[in-house]
């Protein structure tokens, strides 16, 4: 089987407050988008890399990761997902991951891509740490059988690809939600801290930390 990974990194990374999209910022001395790269091309279940990046990106792709193959996202993550899938020829199976999730650990890679054998996708998740709260009516929403949900997601590529034209809901979070909604079953696996994504500005010193953590 031969599998793809599909990197989105077409953001505009509005909330991060860097001049750069943040998948372009140095983060643990390289550029936060050099860290999946190198995890996912270094997999050996991986044969294809392949990246999306919004319009006017190129230079700023090149200069960070040389001349890799590339193509430009949408105006929405899922318009970027889709404009990927669109361009992955010769493929069984996709790993589509969010480049604000710079740490990618092959163990999980690994579990991701096993499960793919019993469901047409597969997706790392963590309990839930803290109390939750339904802000708008002010009740403790319970935890227990809450996950929270992570990348790379692993699917099976014709049935994503199903999934996303068929998709009439609002704009979705992640892919596996699309895969749900088109009856597909979506396999649970055990994510990892290390995807934690990184969206604000003390994220990229937490996201370093974690890293200094585990190298340890
Ligand atoms: O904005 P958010 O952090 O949810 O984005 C998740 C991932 O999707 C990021 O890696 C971002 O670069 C990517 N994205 C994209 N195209 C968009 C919006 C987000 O590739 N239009």
Do not use: C
């Not at 505009?12 to 790269?37: D, I, N, T, V, W």
């Not at 790993?95 to 890679?109: E, G, M, Q, S, T």
């Not at 059988?145 to 979070?173: N, S």
Request: no cysteine.
């Amino acid at each position: 089987l031969r599998t793809a990974a599909l990197i989105v990194a077409a953001g505009s990374g509005s909330r991060s407050g860097r001049a750069l999209p943040k998948q372009f910022e140095p983060l643990a001395g390289r550029p936060m988008l050099a860290h999946s790269y190198g995890a996912l091309s270094r997999h050996p279940a991986v044969d294809r890399v392949l990246v999306v990046i919004g319009a006017g990106q190129e230079r700023a792709l090149a200069a960070i990761l040389g001349e890799v193959p590339f193509v430009i996202g949408g105006a929405t993550r899922r318009q970027s997902v889709a404009n990927g899938l669109a361009a992955l020829a010769d493929m069984d199976r996709v790993l589509i991951h969010d480049a604000a999730r710079p740490f990618v650990p092959p163990a999980v890679v690994d579990r991701l891509l096993a499960a793919l054998d019993e469901a047409p996708g597969a997706i790392p998740v963590l309990p839930v740490a803290d109390t939750l709260l339904h802000a708008g009516t002010a009740g403790t929403v319970a935890r227990e059988p809450l996950r929270r949900v992570q990348t790379p997601q692993a699917f099976r590529l014709d049935a994503i690809r199903t999934a996303h034209a068929t998709w009439t809901g609002p704009e979705p979070t992640d892919d596996a939600q699309m895969l749900r909604a088109s009856g597909g079953e979506v396999a649970l696996v055990e994510g990892d801290t290390m995807l934690d994504k990184v969206t604000y500005p003390a994220d990229f010193a937490a996201a370093e930390a974690r890293l200094d953590i585990r190298s340890r």
